[in-house]
């Protein structure tokens, strides 16, 4: 089997998910989140995009619902052996298959949770699963359940997070070897990606962010490459990808002779991931963190050049999105605690000027101050 973790670890995962339902009184979850898979079993495919549930019981049973082409997905990596297809027909519904799987599992009249934030569940299928189950048990919303428990990092999962750090280390060193005047941002992009799969890394879960000239102000990736001119900014997001395992990193880069407004803007990204390091640890919550970003940004006049959030926590990750369920953003009561894996980014975008700036990179959480994960400096960048 190609798991990437020890069988040990994986029951150690399911004792407290099992503890936590017994704790909400559930006696059954039926997880539709490929990344709640992933922990909990190492089943590892993109499947999900279609119709597939792992139903857990309260006393540790599990079975996986899934179509024929992941069967031997299944089986070849994760501890999964109970497994069951539901046949691709022409107006099929796999919700029937799921009802009568759930009545061979003695969980008719049950108290079930259902994970329905998620990526692996449509709306559609969100309303066959409810036309099928809301007469079958008492159904409830259980989609922070496994992402709750998934924010506490085991050592297991840190070595796999430092070794997704290094890759994105290296994928900023092969960027700023190739950023100059003339250069082609399909040559960098294909250096960093190529970094990541050269030190035995992953596809990440969403696409790398490359930007220049005024493409720099974006912070989500589009199609289409540029030259970067002689005097030009470069924005980049990506993260280096171990066993699924995402560590995020920002930066912009300048080319040629940086502009005041550049520094002048690097120097607010600074000072204010400085400050909040002084606060991503133990007895603050994330709404802290954002208070801190939102403060210095509105002092020096850049409210509306910022973002309504500056950061996330980060794990195994399956596409469209390697962010997860917790965010830096006002008024989230979600206490740090030590173990978390959180990227922290500070985004400037100066659509007046056309300046961007950005500076962002992964931590983990410790007892006391966090620990950056890069090897790199916050140093401003200018090739």
């Known amino acids: 089997m190609g798991l990437h973790f020890e069988t040990s670890e994986f029951a150690d995962r399911l004792t407290r998910l099992t503890r936590q339902m017994q704790d909400e009184k559930l006696d059954a979850v039926l997880l539709f989140a490929q990344e709640s898979m992933y922990w909990l079993t190492g089943y590892d495919t993109f499947g999900y995009c279609f119709f597939q549930t792992l139903v857990v019981k309260s006393d540790g049973t599990m079975a996986l ?64 699963v409810d036309a099928q189950l809301m007469a079958f048990g008492q159904i409830s919303d259980a989609s922070y359940l496994v992402s709750r428990l998934r924010l506490i990092k085991s050592p297991a999962e840190i070595a796999h997070i430092e070794r997704a750090a290094a890759l994105a280390d290296d994928a900023l060193d092969a960027a700023i070897a190739l950023t100059k005047a003339g250069a082609d941002e399909a040559d960098i992009l294909a250096a960093m990606q190529g970094a ?19 493409d720099a102000l974006l912070c989500r990736y589009k199609a289409g490459r540029r ?12 993260a280096g990808v171990f066993a699924h395992y995402h560590v995020a990193m920002m930066r912009t880069i300048v080319v040629g002779e940086p502009s005041y407004r550049h520094r002048e803007l690097y120097n607010a990204c600074l000072e204010t991931i400085q400050a909040i390091e002084t606060v991503l640890k133990p007895g603050h919550t994330f709404g802290d963190v954002f208070d801190i970003h939102a403060r210095i940004m509105d002092e020096r006049g850049l409210a509306r050049h910022r973002l309504n959030a500056c950061g996330y926590s980060l794990g195994a990750r399956f596409s469209p999105s ?13 206490q740090i605690e030590p173990g978390m894996s ?42």
């Open 65 to 128: 619902l899934t179509r024929s082409a992941d069967l031997r997905q299944a089986r070849q990596t994760s501890i999964l052996d109970n497994i069951h297809i539901w046949v691709d027909r022409v107006n099929a519904d796999p919700t029937v298959d799921l009802k009568n799987l759930l009545i061979e599992m003695d969980l008719l009249g049950a108290r079930i949770g259902i994970e329905y934030d998620t990526h692996g569940m449509t709306g559609r299928v969100a309303r066959l």
């Open 227 to 238: 030259k970067l001119d002689a005097n030009d900014q470069l924005t980049l997001e990506w």
């Open 342 to 383: 959180l990227f922290v980014h500070m985004i400037i975008m100066d659509s007046e000027t056309g300046t961007a700036m950005t500076l962002g990179q992964t931590y983990l959480t410790t007892d006391d101050a966090p620990r950056a994960l890069s090897r790199h400096s916050l140093d401003f960048i200018s090739a």
């Open 322 to 334: 390697w962010m997860e369920h917790q965010m830096f953003h006002i008024g989230n009561p979600r």
């Open 196 to 214: 990541v799969f050269a030190g035995g890394g992953d596809y990440p879960a969403n696409e790398f962010i490359i930007g220049s000239g005024v």
